[in-house]
Each structure stands twice: as C-alpha cells, then as structure tokens.
C-alpha cells in the first residue's frame, strides 16, 4: 500500500468529475475540492473545533441568563443568537438548541465557551416566594372537596 494516497474529509479527491462545474475556484483551489462534501457535516465539527464534551455540565433544563453588557460582535452567529436569546429572560438548553438549529451536544459546547468568556451564567432558581405555600394550600383544599364529591 505504500505510495496510495486516501481520500476522505482530510483529502477530498480533485477529479473533475467530482467537482460541479459551477463552483467558483478560488486561488488555492480549496472552494472547489470541498464542494462535494455536505457543509452540514462539516460545520459542527469546525464550531466545536472537533470538542465531544462541554466544560461545563449542563442538562436539557438548565437555565442560563445573560451576564451583564456582553455585545455579541465578533461572535460565531450561533453564539450571538444564544446570547441574544438569553439577555431578556432565562432560556433552557433545550430552547437555545431549537433556536440556533444544532444538535443538543453541539449547542452545549458552544454555551459552555460562553460560560467561559463571561457573556452566559448558569440560572440560579430564586427563593421560594410565600405564596407557593397559599397556592398548595388552595390546590389541596379543592382536590380534597372535588374527591369527596366522587365518593
């Protein structure tokens, strides 16, 4: 086998039959040897810069807030979108997925660099407020008369 060279993502073949003809090359000719390979396989594995795991554990309900004055200029558009999203209100994990259109892992890791650059914090929940005691309260007395009517 020595002397073969593999083609694959790290060296896609050059042929001209695998290339369409109306891609434009540009001076190094890159444009044109990637143009056979779907972009949406790629680009998750360049914004992750090839990480599995995020620094930071997070589950699909973990809330993250803004922090503070962060301005999303210079940011990845994905990153941007989830800062953006989450400088009103808290948003889950999951949310920010949905928002930013990539798979959950991915969107992990790129909330987890934001973590690290100070622009996102993980949510807190507040105390709990005195009322959710009167609201139980309320809640069992209704059950309790709604089942007696039943038996």
């Known amino acids: 086998m020595a002397g073969t060279q593999t083609r694959g993502p790290r060296w896609p073949s050059e042929g001209p039959a695998d290339i369409p003809a109306d891609v434009p090359e540009d001076r190094s000719g890159r444009d044109r040897a990637w143009a056979t390979y779907n972009a949406e396989e790629i680009r998750p594995y360049a914004i992750t810069g090839g990480r599995t795991r995020p620094q930071h554990s997070m589950r699909l309900v973990t809330l993250l807030e803004g922090a503070g004055t962060t ?20 948003c889950s994990v999951a949310e920010i997925a949905a928002l ?10 790129i909330l987890s660099d934001l973590i690290d650059c100070g622009a996102l914090v993980m949510a807190l929940p507040g105390p709990a407020r005195p009322d959710h005691l009167q609201l139980l309260e309320a809640l069992r007395s209704g059950l309790e008369t ?3 009517d039943v038996a």
Not at 100 to 109: C, D, F, L
């Open 71 to 90: 301005h999303a200029q210079g940011m990845a558009p994905e990153a941007a979108r989830a800062v953006e999203a989450c400088r009103l209100q808290p």
């Open 100 to 109: 930013i259109g990539h798979p959950v892992q991915v969107t992990k890791i």
């Open 146 to 148: 709604r089942l007696s």
